[in-house]
């Protein structure tokens, strides 16, 4: 009797503790992206587990399914937040209006990290698999 008791115990406290990670890992992260120049702009936002898409022509709300968001958190995990601010952009057509400017704001575990700008659909090495990720689950959606 004694070990079911211990067994149940273990069981009560792991299964709780599995919980409290998988909450604590979707309630943790935000993600903004914003791209914008005159008259035109996309804003693609990742909160609570769906996935948002505001833009010129259309507005959007994807509520995402568990891999997706395990997706999305993966990405993010690869990136070192505390130095986006400082990456290079690969093209600089922003400049002279030939693209969207546009930059992510990552919210994580309560610290907000914004990057450098760069051209729309053309984000630094760094952010690439993060901005090609959202953007595949935005166009499965539309299909």
């Not at 890992?25 to 693609?44: D, Q």
Request: net charge neutral; hydrophobic share 35%.
């Amino acid at each position: 009797m004694r070990n079911f008791n211990i067994t149940l115990l273990l069981f009560v406290v792991l299964f709780s503790n599995c919980n409290a990670q998988q909450e604590s890992l979707e309630g943790s992260l935000e993600i903004e992206y914003t791209a914008r120049t005159r008259g035109s702009s996309v804003i693609i936002i990742y909160k609570e587990n769906s996935l948002t898409l505001r833009s010129t022509s259309e507005d959007k709300l994807i509520n995402l399914k568990e891999e997706n968001i395990k997706r999305i958190h993966v990405e993010v995990s690869k990136i070192k937040l505390s130095e986006i601010k400082g990456l290079k952009a690969p093209t600089e057509k922003r400049f002279t209006d030939g693209a969207l400017s546009a930059h992510f704001v990552i919210k994580k575990e309560g610290i907000t990290y914004v990057s450098s700008d760069f051209d729309h659909e053309y984000p630094p090495k760094e952010l690439t698999m993060l901005y090609d990720t959202l953007i595949a689950i935005i166009q499965k959606a539309s299909k």
